[in-house]
């Protein structure tokens, strides 16, 4: 959802400013003001963080959403005298994995949503697929029209034959006891700590694992998934580690983890590369480096003009090697019952 999410309210924001014809089509108006917000809120999902607060702030109040409407969203809720006992026993954390590795969680898909406080508190699971129906479509139409409007053919039928996709396994835990175990492993004072590195964790497994799975046919498509994980993930580590000065949460084991992680050559290389992450996001080609273009190279040499001549090739590689770093690190933190117990 955030990499939609950044796509649509990135490319129309842009369209906006360049295009008056597409900015002035009901498609365009609708995801610039009817859904802006939820928009807005995802997309910053892509950086872990609420680019308007300090990282541990953002933190907190992610996981104080999350918590007080898991039981709500997800899990039933017992009465009566044995009410707070089963209520206490029962699963309320889904975990999904692929090839063996943890992709998500029904609490970060949630927060991945970009749902406000008063939606996620009001709107019960039943509603809350219509809702995001509803508002799904209105991204298709917006997207529809860019893609007519670019001379691109949208198929009248998607087929799904052409994509092979690994089985997705799945495990039911208790939340409470799962993240009380991660906060003993992670951050003992702190342990909404533990839920932001399960949420790199997922995004850097999914960009390693799932992106090359279902965009197999658009290496342009992959490069942008995994380039963009892994800078903000490394982006979001140096972070927590700039709050963490004085020893105020982490434990020692995670804190030499992520400076392991983020010591890694090519996780650096790629953290510098910040033209390169800001054109893939926001679209616009700063006019100092529009004569460096190139039609002789790959997407025009955007990668180029962005990276002092590096290649995409040269980049991906880098990417790749970065990725597998935050994976083994972040994977090492995580606790042992980590492990899918079925297949959906």
Known sequence: MPFMASFVFDSAKYLREEDSAIAQAPATVS?????????????????????????????LKDDYAMMSTNNALLGETHGGFLGPLK??????????????????????ALLDLGLDDETLTTTSLDDLGPYLHDRSEGYGQYMGLLMRSL????????????????????RDLKGKRFYESM?????????????????????????????????????????????????????????????????????NDAIDQICTVLGTDAVARVRGHYHLRNVLVHYRVAKRRRHL?????????LVEAHTDGASRTAIASDVEVGLASVAAGLGSLMPRTLTPRGTL
């Open 31 to 59: 995801v610039l003001e009817e859904y802006e917000e939820q928009l807005s809120r995802s997309r910053l999902r892509l950086k872990f963080s609420d680019s308007k607060n300090r990282l541990l702030d953002a933190i």
């Open 87 to 108: 209520n206490l026993l029962q699963a309320n954390l889904g975990v999904y994995f692929s090839q063996g590795k943890m992709v998500c969680t029904t609490h970060i």
């Open 151 to 170: 001379g691109v053919e949208a198929p009248v039928e998607v087929s799904t034959n052409s994509i092979t996709v690994t089985p997705l396994g799945y």
């Open 183 to 251: 906060a003993r492993q992670v951050s003992p004072l702190e342990p909404s700590v533990g839920l932001r590195l399960m949420a790199i964790l997922a995004r850097i497994n999914t960009a390693r694992i799932i992106a090359p799975q279902v965009a197999s046919a658009d290496s342009v498509a992959t490069f942008k998934i995994q380039f963009l994980s892994l800078f903000h993930a490394a982006s979001c580590l140096d972070d927590l580690l700039q709050e963490e000065r004085g020893g105020r949460f982490l434990h």
């Open 293 to 301: 273009l190139s039609t002789n190279l790959p997407l025009s040499g």
